[in-house]
């Protein structure tokens, strides 16, 4: 859809159904300099820094820890699935009640968790920030509100906050939050999903609102 709204720019679209920051930023750099980006967009939705401390979802992934002087890649190459299954059907399930109750204690007592999150997804931003730089083009990064954060505006505005908190410090970063967009839209009487993924509109605000900011902030020409 943006591609139609800046006829004028080549859009190249490598988003990829439940990647977290850490797959991105390897895809980032084994494909993003094939094309001479000038600019390259992320498009940062909150459920995406959940991802970046699990090397399962869906199927086996990798992911990257800090090491206290840089991001180290673990878990790659990934298993496959034949050896995931064989693990699953090995492990004594009392292996799986005690990862559960672990989790829920460490989520309830301890904020270690989160902590551990929003660090690693810092992390893996700044490096993709230098990955972009090295190609001689600009990074820019959109909150994306999701369904559950328009449902509930607060919700959405504590998870904003993170993205404009860490461009806050990083004045270099271009960031812009399509929230705002979405919320005047919505008192203007239009309708988004409350549940799963956007529909037609939603993905439409969402090209509109990149198109703005990117032609206002000069990283493309208006037609």
């Not at 699990?54 to 090491?67: E, G, I, M, N, Q």
């Not at 559960?100 to 992390?123: G, M």
């Not at 990955?131 to 509930?152: C, G, H, W």
């Not at 900011?213 to 208006?222: F, G, I, K, N, R």
Request: net charge neutral.
């Amino acid at each position: 859809m943006l591609r139609e709204l800046l006829p004028d720019v080549d859009v190249i679209n490598l988003g990829v159904h439940g990647y977290g920051h850490d797959q991105m930023l390897i895809y980032l750099n084994e494909e993003g300099g094939k094309y001479h980006p000038d600019v390259v967009l992320l498009g940062f939705i909150r459920d995406d820094m959940d991802r970046n401390v699990l090397t399962f979802r869906d199927f086996a992934k990798p992911r990257f820890v800090w090491s206290g002087s840089g991001l180290v890649l673990e878990n790659s190459p990934v298993p496959t699935p034949q050896a995931v299954e064989l693990w699953d059907w090995l492990r004594p399930r009392s292996y799986d009640v005690y990862r559960l109750v672990e989790k829920r204690i460490r989520n309830r007592f301890f904020v270690s968790s989160q902590r551990e999150v929003e660090e690693i997804t810092a992390h893996l931003l700044d490096r993709m920030t230098e990955a972009i730089r090295s190609m001689n083009a600009q990074p820019v990064f959109a909150f994306l509100p999701t369904s559950k954060e328009l449902a509930d505006e607060k919700l959405g505005s504590e998870h904003e906050q993170y993205l404009m908190r860490y461009c806050a410090d990083r004045p270099a970063t271009a960031c812009v939050s399509l929230l705002p967009t979405f919320l005047a839209r919505m008192r203007q009487g239009v309708s988004y999903n409350r549940q799963g993924h956007w529909s037609a509109i939603g993905h439409r605000t969402v090209a509109e609102g990149i198109r703005d900011y990117l032609v206002a902030h000069h990283h493309v020409a208006a037609r």
